[in-house]
């Protein structure tokens, strides 16, 4: 675990700051047994994400519908891994996936996603959370813009940008029934967002995120000088983003229902100790605090 005694990432403060990242986005340089092409490579570097398509088969993709819809209403869950939509008992997130259902677990590991996020942080990797995200078709409510390393660092006490989110698309993902979208280049600058973090923060963050977002001149500036971009994929696509890439996502109203599964990746060494800018750290099925071993990244088939 990194020493915390600096932090090159001060935010929750009085006011709102643009500060340099002084952390890699690619930690190793790429060579020809990289698991990614140089295009990619670079493509990650300058923008902060990476859109990966047919990355399973169909029968992969449909077992893991079958277990998505099973894990929505197939109940069992406790009840403090479940986020339901605002103002609806709609489910949006099941967090703890990989310890909800074999399966899941299995994809967490696997080398077509794992192994090239491995290759992206130069380390061995843990998770440090996971979740299943439905977005459902008529009522899905947005996601709106924020750096997950900004609420990772305040919060949970991630020291570093060494951290990468790999969302697998379930369904469909079209430019109409919200998207993720992305504000590409926006990772080479950390946000330090005004105002103290409220006690238990996170039980309304999930739901609607207002505290540790940037302001919407910061954002305003932000996609004058990146542009927007989204990333939509058959389902099976994987999108791979850098923890501090700018993102969000619109509602949904169409009759076509959103999901994905969710896996952040950090890295070994990167593990996180106490928040930066709250007064405790996040509970458990947010923020993985006791990693007892790498993730040992497996080939073949899901099943």
Same mark, same amino acid.
């Given at each position: 675990?990194?020493?915390? =005694?600096?932090?090159?990432?001060?935010?929750?403060?009085?006011?709102?700051?643009?500060?340099?990242?002084?952390?890699?986005?690619?930690?190793?340089?790429?060579?020809?047994?990289?698991?990614?092409?140089?295009?990619?490579?670079?493509?990650?570097?300058? &923008?902060?994400?990476?859109?990966?398509?047919?990355? *399973?088969?169909?029968?992969?993709?449909?077992?893991?519908?079958?277990?998505?819809?099973?894990?929505?209403?197939?109940?069992?869950?406790?009840?403090? &891994?479940?986020?339901?939509?605002?103002?609806?008992?709609?489910?949006?997130?099941?967090?703890?996936?990989?310890?909800?259902?074999?399966?899941?677990?299995?994809?967490?590991?696997?080398?077509?996603?794992?192994?090239?996020?491995?290759?992206?942080?130069?380390?061995? +990797?843990?998770?440090?959370?996971?979740?299943?995200?439905?977005?459902?078709? *008529?009522?899905?409510?947005?996601?709106?813009?924020?750096?997950? *390393?900004?609420?990772?660092?305040?919060?949970?006490?991630?020291?570093?940008?060494?951290?990468?989110?790999?969302?697998?698309?379930?369904?469909?993902?079209?430019?109409? &029934?919200?998207?993720?979208?992305?504000?590409?280049?926006?990772?080479?600058?950390?946000?330090?967002?005004?105002?103290?973090?409220?006690?238990?923060?996170?039980?309304?963050?999930?739901?609607?995120?207002?505290?540790?977002?940037?302001?919407?001149?910061?954002?305003?500036?932000?996609?004058?000088?990146?542009?927007?971009?989204?990333?939509?994929?058959?389902?099976? =696509?994987?999108?791979?983003?850098?923890?501090?890439?700018?993102?969000?996502?619109?509602?949904?109203?169409?009759?076509?229902?959103?999901?994905?599964?969710?896996?952040?990746?950090?890295?070994?060494?990167?593990?996180?100790?106490?928040?930066?800018?709250?007064?405790?750290?996040?509970?458990?099925?947010?923020?993985?605090?006791?990693?007892?071993?790498?993730?040992?990244?497996?080939?073949?088939? +899901?099943?």
């Amino acid at each position: 675990m990194l020493d915390q =005694t600096h932090d090159d990432y001060p935010t929750r403060l009085p006011r709102e700051r643009w500060l340099k990242r002084n952390d890699p986005t690619v930690w190793q340089g790429w060579s020809e047994k990289a698991p990614i092409t140089r295009q990619q490579a670079e493509f990650f570097d300058a &923008n902060g994400y990476l859109v990966l398509e047919g990355m *399973f088969s169909d029968a992969e993709v449909a077992a893991l519908q079958a277990e998505s819809s099973a894990l929505r209403t197939g109940g069992g869950i406790a009840p403090e &891994n479940v986020i339901t939509e605002p103002n609806s008992d709609e489910v949006r997130t099941v967090f703890r996936l990989d310890e909800q259902n074999a399966l899941f677990a299995r994809l967490a590991a696997d080398e077509r996603v794992a192994g090239k996020v491995r290759f992206l942080l130069d380390d061995d +990797l843990y998770l440090h959370q996971s979740r299943l995200n439905y977005k459902p078709g *008529f009522t899905g409510k947005e996601f709106y813009w924020h750096s997950d *390393f900004e609420t990772w660092h305040a919060e949970d006490g991630m020291p570093r940008m060494r951290a990468i989110s790999a969302s697998v698309l379930l369904t469909d993902n079209s430019p109409l &029934n919200g998207p993720l979208m992305l504000i590409p280049g926006s990772h080479k600058t950390f946000v330090s967002c005004a105002g103290e973090t409220p006690d238990d923060n996170h039980a309304t963050s999930l739901k609607k995120q207002e505290i540790g977002v940037p302001s919407p001149e910061s954002l305003s500036k932000m996609a004058e000088q990146h542009g927007i971009d989204y990333a939509s994929g058959r389902a099976g =696509t994987v999108i791979l983003f850098d923890c501090n890439t700018l993102h969000g996502s619109n509602g949904n109203i169409t009759p076509f229902p959103r999901s994905n599964a969710f896996f952040v990746y950090n890295a070994w060494t990167n593990r996180v100790g106490q928040p930066f800018a709250a007064k405790a750290p996040r509970p458990a099925f947010l923020s993985s605090r006791d990693p007892q071993a790498p993730i040992a990244i497996s080939g073949g088939a +899901l099943a």
